[in-house]
């Protein structure tokens, strides 16, 4: 019987994958237990920022929607969480519910964007830059917001300062909220992560990822075949946005802070040098390149942000002219020549043996 969560679209299949995966996941739930918790708080900073990679994915890499509006929605994500769990958090239900609430208003965003340029037919490079366009806009309108009169109920948006004095995320728990932070907020986004890279495995190898990989190598093609290019692409879109917003609220719960910064023009790059780096065209390089470059650039950060960044620059102007497809998706096709090399081949009479 095949398996759903296996198949064209993606790399790494077959027992010894999976294997290695359960063995990668079995790490990931002891290292709590070998670690101080700030670095399990670094850690699970780290995971926030997958999602918004893996939505780029699936948009860029399997859709062919270079958008560079990924931090566009991450703020609406990271703004939203905070504007309606100072509001209404506490007395309608806890954080949880603010959450959901958040990603509710990206994915509306996601669809009212994405309809006016999707059926609009804007596409190509005007589809990065219409999304580019769009987050810059936001970035620059939140900076300006530090005045007292910039507020929404009880948030006020603070400006360049950032907004401030939300909660952490609570599970509700027997009348009693569990609050999410240090190490019960990794194991909860580990889990997510977990739950959403499965879930992209069974979309891009569904039927719904195979259509949406003929509408990226050739959309005339597939409309002439007659499938609705416009709604497989709208759908893929506002997926991938809320993916973005998702990390936006995330990493608002983690710091309980967000500014325009994580938003503007240097925070905008880097999802697409984490994707390009990795492999846009696979969920797995995806995640694993996202987590190393993260874990790369902060360390870097330590030392200069400046040279930091300028070493992405270089990163990503290195693997658009290396290996255009991506270093760990490139590597993972080398490994495969390789493999399919080293096969025994049998002689045409033991073949008719």
């Known amino acids: 019987m095949s398996n759903p969560l296996n198949g ?3 790399l790494g299949q077959g027992r010894l994958f999976w294997s290695g995966a359960a063995a990668v996941l079995a790490m990931a739930l002891v290292y709590p237990a070998f670690v101080d918790s700030y670095d399990v708080g670094s850690s699970a900073y780290f995971l926030c920022w997958v999602f918004m990679a893996l939505g780029l994915c699936l948009m860029w890499g399997y859709g062919g929607m270079m958008s560079f509006g990924q931090t566009f929605f991450f703020g609406l994500g990271g703004y939203g969480y905070g504007v309606i769990e100072i509001n209404l958090g506490v007395a309608h239900g806890g954080a949880m519910a603010s959450l959901a609430a958040a990603l509710a208003v990206t994915g509306l965003a996601a669809a009212l964007i994405g309809y006016f340029m999707i059926y609009g037919r804007i596409g190509g490079m005007f589809f990065g830059i219409v999304t580019f366009a769009l987050t810059l806009a936001l ?18 948006l603070n400006g360049f300062n950032g907004m401030q ?5 609570a599970l509700p728990w027997f009348g009693d909220d569990i609050d999410l932070e240090g190490t019960p907020f990794y194991y909860f986004v580990l889990a997510l992560l977990v739950l959403t890279y499965l879930l992209l ?16 190598e050739d959309p005339l093609r597939a409309e002439l075949l007659g499938y609705d290019v416009r709604r ?28 325009p910064s994580s938003i503007g023009l240097p925070a905008a790059a880097m999802p697409v040098v984490w994707v390009a780096f990795s492999g846009r065209s696979d969920v797995t ?8 470059l993260i874990a790369g650039f902060q360390a870097l950060t330590i030392y200069s942000e400046q040279w930091a960044l300028i070493l992405m620059g270089v990163l990503l102007a290195g693997t658009v002219l290396i290996a255009p497809d ?8 080398v ?3 390789r493999r399919a090399r080293s096969r025994p081949v049998l002689e045409p009479s033991l073949l008719e043996q």
């Open 285 to 292: 390089a995806t995640l694993v390149g996202t987590l190393f």
């Open 165 to 169: 004095g939300m909660d952490p995320l």
């Open 139 to 156: 970035a620059f309108f939140l900076n300006q917001t530090a005045g007292p009169e910039w507020h929404i109920g009880a948030a006020r």
């Open 335 to 337: 490994l495969a020549r």
């Open 8 to 10: 064209p679209q993606t």
């Open 201 to 216: 495995r069974l979309l891009v190898n569904s039927r719904f990822g195979n259509v949406l990989v003929a509408i990226r």
């Open 232 to 259: 497989y692409s709208l759908v893929t879109f506002v997926i991938g946005s809320m993916l973005g917003g998702l990390s936006g609220a995330l990493y608002c719960s983690w710091g309980q802070f967000i500014s």
């Open 326 to 333: 991506g270093l760990i998706v490139s590597l993972a096709k």
